[in-house]
């Protein structure tokens, strides 16, 4: 398997049918953070694949994302402060298909 990063993925939405629908498919790519914010363990094809479909969804001239990529998942340390719940980087998972 090709090496993964960690990405943390927001993004700001005008209108709340493409918010959905990108809320939706950032379901299947990494785990909710918060109201727009996820982070994903990803290769360079999925993240290629993400960025396809975003591009696909989104309005350019109304809509931001950002994908931030933090370094490879295996080895990056994210250093977060966080209030509240607390935070946990996204660890690698076996999927049944």
Same mark, same amino acid.
């Given at each position: 398997?090709?090496?993964?990063?960690? !990405?943390?993925?927001?993004?700001?939405?005008?209108?709340?049918? &493409?918010? &959905? /629908?990108? !809320?939706?498919?950032?379901?299947?790519?990494?785990?909710?953070?918060?109201?727009?914010? !996820?982070?994903?363990?990803?290769?360079?094809? &999925?993240? /290629?694949?993400?960025? /396809?479909?975003?591009?696909?969804?989104?309005?350019?001239?109304?809509?931001?994302?950002?994908?931030?990529?933090?370094?490879?998942?295996?080895?990056?340390?994210? &250093?977060?402060?966080?209030?509240?719940? /607390? !935070?946990?980087?996204?660890?690698?998972?076996?999927?049944?298909?």
């Amino acid at each position: 398997m090709k090496e993964e990063h960690l !990405f943390i993925v927001t993004y700001d939405i005008s209108n709340p049918k &493409r918010w &959905r /629908a990108v !809320f939706k498919l950032m379901k299947g790519y990494g785990e909710w953070l918060q109201l727009s914010v !996820f982070q994903c363990r990803m290769n360079g094809r &999925r993240h /290629a694949d993400l960025t /396809a479909s975003l591009d696909q969804i989104i309005h350019h001239h109304e809509d931001h994302v950002l994908l931030m990529d933090l370094g490879p998942a295996d080895a990056v340390d994210p &250093r977060v402060t966080s209030l509240g719940k /607390a !935070f946990q980087a996204v660890q690698r998972e076996s999927i049944i298909v």
